[in-house]
């Protein structure tokens, strides 16, 4: 579909360029031949009439004729060599130029084809589980109550898995829209994001220890609340029962870091680099645990923070732990 669209844009620049080169030819043609006859005319003529009185011989006459009109084809010639020129060049150039013009809305509609694609498969998989179920049950005449209860509730995991999927690519999706920045209290944002998250930190008896320097950032609360709460979010999740969780909160280099590191399993150096990729997991929490998630929330603080104008860094040993660090520009 592309290679077509690249062709027919070609041949437009084509046609407005040698809708141009001929008009301008034609232009240059015409300034020509005039001036060729006004000299001709205008100073030979004149001057061999002034000479010979009012008639010219027919010898002079005659090459007078021939230098026009060789005149004439020299510069159609070299009109008509120009315009073959403009051609070869222009038509190499325009499909240059074409390619240029529509690389990046080819990338857009690749990265949203893989984006439907992936989004698409992480679905069929609740609900084939889902299906499978139903059909077991509906085939089973003689499942009892607790059975059906159980279906249920198993439906209703898949269900919640599935709510959290489509909520995290509307995320995404919305992200896509310019942010509003104004300075924004960075040790309150901070604050109010581990309060949120004090009860499923509570649940694992996991402590979060907190060292914030008050100063304030460029950013919009949403945004900035939505990359914490993924941050802060992860280390729970992967950190093991009872761990510790270090937030921190610095001025640095003229930007504003904040940071949270956990004691959790740490993510592989191969692993790193695509941690931020919409729908990867890393091997270890696909499958050695059982860890809830579809590897987009750090596809989505990415994406945010790249609308804020600050970037988010990972640092990681297997075994030892995480470190991510959310630098923002610090407001004036
Ligand atoms: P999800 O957590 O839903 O899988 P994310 O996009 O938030 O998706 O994270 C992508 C992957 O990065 C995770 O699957 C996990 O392998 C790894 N990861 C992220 N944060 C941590 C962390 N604090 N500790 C260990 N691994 C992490």
Redo the contacts with the bound molecule.
Sequence with gaps: MFKSAYIRLTAWYVVILMALSLAFSLWVYREAMNEVRLGLSGQVVVKLQSRFGTGLPADVTAAIETQYRETHWRIVGNLVLLNIGVLGIGAIASYALSRRTLQPIGDALEAQNRFTADASHELRTPLAAMKTEIEVALRDTGADKKELRELLASNLEEIDRMSNLTE?LLTLARSDSTPTLSPLDAKQATEEVIQRLGPLAKAKKITVQADLEPFSVMGEAKSVTAILC??L???I???PQGAGIQVSAKRKDGQGHIT?A?T????AQS?LP?????????????SKEN???????????QKLVSGLGGTIE?K?KVGE??E?TLRLPLAQ
């Excluded at 990729?277 to 890393?282: I, S, T, W």
């Design positions: 995290g993924i941050l979010e992860n280390a999740k992967y950190s949270i956990d959790g399993p740490g993510i692993d695509h941690i931020f990729d919409r729908f990867y997991r890393a091997d270890s929490s696909r860890i809830a998630g579809h590897g987009l929330g750090l596809s989505i603080a990972a990681s732990g995480s991510f």
